[in-house]
């Protein structure tokens, strides 16, 4: 702890764990929009949030919760999930006119494969673009929930994906 007059406190969220300001200031510098992306344990939510000097503006938004709207009966945190509300989010950017993004995913730690890389994928197969590595997208059957109709005996998991899916990309 602080021995001495000098010392300096570190920023609330900083000392929380909840802000990685050197990594932020660099997604902020580079002047686009920023996909942000959390991955909880009952939940995915993306988000694409501008800059701004006031505080920072979220210019649309969506969360795995909102999937039941288009037939989407899963578990809201898994990588199905994840990759449908990246898509939902990357339809309303578009339709808000929004076609570029940088991602960003906080104190996450970056795994190929991952959840936050799932959504990803969402937002780009629906048309944003946004630079990324080929290598750290997850597998189709990761996706599409195979693997997870496979391990849990549930053998209509993945056409009510591509039905939730449709009807997202039609939305």
């Known amino acids: 702890?602080?021995?001495?007059?000098?010392?300096?406190?570190?920023?609330?969220?900083?000392?929380?764990?909840?802000?990685?300001?050197?990594?932020?200031?660099?997604?902020?510098?580079?002047?686009?929009?920023?996909?942000?992306?959390?991955?909880?344990?009952?939940?995915?939510?993306?988000?694409?949030?501008?800059?701004?000097?006031?505080?920072?503006?979220?210019?649309?938004?969506?969360?795995?919760?909102?999937l039941k709207k288009f037939g989407w009966d899963g578990h809201p945190g898994n990588a199905p999930s994840a990759y449908l509300t990246g898509l939902l989010l990357g339809v309303r950017a578009k339709k808000a006119g929004y076609s570029e993004a940088i991602l960003d995913i906080g104190l996450h730690t970056p795994v190929p494969g991952s959840n936050v890389y799932a959504a990803l994928k969402g937002a780009l197969d629906a048309g944003m673009d946004i630079p990324h590595s080929e290598e750290v997208l997850p597998s189709e059957e990761r996706i599409n929930g195979s693997l997870i109709a496979e391990y849990r005996g549930i053998p209509h998991l993945p056409e009510k994906f591509e039905e939730a899916k449709k009807k997202i990309l039609e939305a």
Not at 38 to 53: G, K
């Open 1 to 66: 702890m602080a021995h001495s007059a000098i010392y300096r406190v570190k920023f609330r969220r900083r000392r929380e764990g909840k802000t990685n300001y050197r990594k932020r200031l660099a997604l902020v510098k580079s002047g686009k929009p920023r996909l942000v992306v959390r991955v909880l344990n009952r939940q995915v939510i993306a988000q694409l949030i501008a800059f701004d000097p006031k505080g920072d503006r979220v210019l649309a938004s969506a969360s795995s919760h909102e």
